[in-house]
């Protein structure tokens, strides 16, 4: 097996709404392989579609590793839009067509950004990539989620979020309805539109609207920093927005009278600096016991944690080389 000492082998995979990554590694979790695949999100791309997925990051670490799935001891699924009953019910199926349920545990990837992204016990991951939430947990154990609940409902603060406002102001200026600013010229260009009425017809011509929109959101991030009036205002009331769920969820953890982890993950956040320092900005004043930060390491460790029931600061020189500092798909999201 490469040489390793034998310590068994666990798989931990973060099946995200863009990109999934897994990794292997030993009950010290030490990790020795990585992959990274497409959607796991059952919600947007059917069950079939999540099992490719996964099944795929299942024998990419597998082969790396020089083992097969039977020798692995435990798996770790930490999966967007998997929060509830029912949606457990669907993956523990999936999973038990290959005989993988007995010895696999279900999280959300929110839960998986938190244990991933801090080593204390208690605290907040505020999510924002394509869609958002925040997740937290307190010292008694008690955990709590807001939001996530896709973008027909709401996803407040994503890049989702931010796009889809941006298209809105653009079209309310072209009506007359709003200001026109450099913003709708940074967008056009960004999207090789030539006005804004051409904004529909691509828009309902989209197979993945989601997505394509969400990839909006550096560009008004960039306008906002050229001090772009209606970018700022599309930035500031997305963030408070993002930042009421986690006030919420703090006050209803009861977070409120000593120092905690903020936790801010997400490929918006940390893929565009200057998104990550207002949403800082906005928390520390509005919760002056939250210490926003940047994630100590990724939700597949996180996930490996919630495994093996490690505390997150026992770090291997793997999880520092692959400490969440951005989105390694390289996405702007």
């Known amino acids: 097996m490469h040489g390793e000492e034998m310590s068994g082998y666990y798989i931990a995979i973060d099946g ?38 996964l099944l795929t990051l299942i024998e990419s670490l597998c082969s790396a590793a020089g083992v097969s799935s039977k020798e692995i ?9 998997v929060s509830r009953p029912r949606d457990i019910r669907n993956i523990e199926e ?36 394509t869609g958002s939430v925040v997740f937290g947990k307190n010292k008694a154990g008690k955990t709590k989620k807001v939001s996530g609940h896709g973008h027909l409902i709401e996803d407040p603060g994503s890049g989702y979020d931010i796009g889809i406002r941006a298209l809105r102001a653009m079209i309310a200026a072209s009506e007359g309805r709003g200001e026109r600013t450099r913003l709708s010229k940074r967008v056009l260009d960004a999207l090789s539109l030539k ?11 989209l197979d993945d609207p989601k997505v394509t929109i969400a990839r909006l959101a550096p560009t008004v991030i960039a306008a906002s920093e050229e001090r772009d009036r209606i970018a700022e205002e599309i930035l500031r009331s997305a ?17 409120t009278d000593e120092s905690f982890d903020v936790v801010l993950t997400g490929g918006v956040f940390l893929n565009n600096p200057a998104y990550f320092h207002l949403m800082q900005s906005i ?31 026992s770090r291997t020189d793997d999880a520092e080389d692959h400490s969440a500092t951005r989105d390694n798909s390289g996405s702007a999201l």
């Open 16 to 53: 995200g709404s863009t990109r999934s990554k897994g990794l292997i590694a030993h009950e010290d979790l030490r990790v020795l392989h990585r992959a990274s695949a497409g959607c796991a999100n059952y919600h947007l791309v059917g069950l079939e579609g999540a099992e490719k997925t």
């Open 73 to 81: 001891e435990g798996f770790c699924f930490a999966l967007s839009g």
């Open 94 to 129: 999936m999973l038990r067509r290959h005989l993988l349920h007995r010895k696999s545990t279900i999280i959300s990837d929110a839960e998986a950004a938190f244990l991933g992204g801090t080593s204390k016990e208690a605290g907040l991951a505020v999510i924002s990539g």
């Open 195 to 205: 006005e804004e009425d051409d904004i529909v017809p691509w828009l309902y011509s």
């Open 239 to 255: 963030s408070e927005e993002l930042a009421d769920s986690a006030v919420f969820t703090a006050t209803y953890l009861g977070l």
């Open 283 to 313: 928390l520390s004043e509005r919760m002056p016991y939250a210490n926003p930060m940047r994630p100590e390491n990724d939700p597949a460790y996180g996930a490996l944690v919630a495994l093996l029931g490690r505390p997150a600061s």
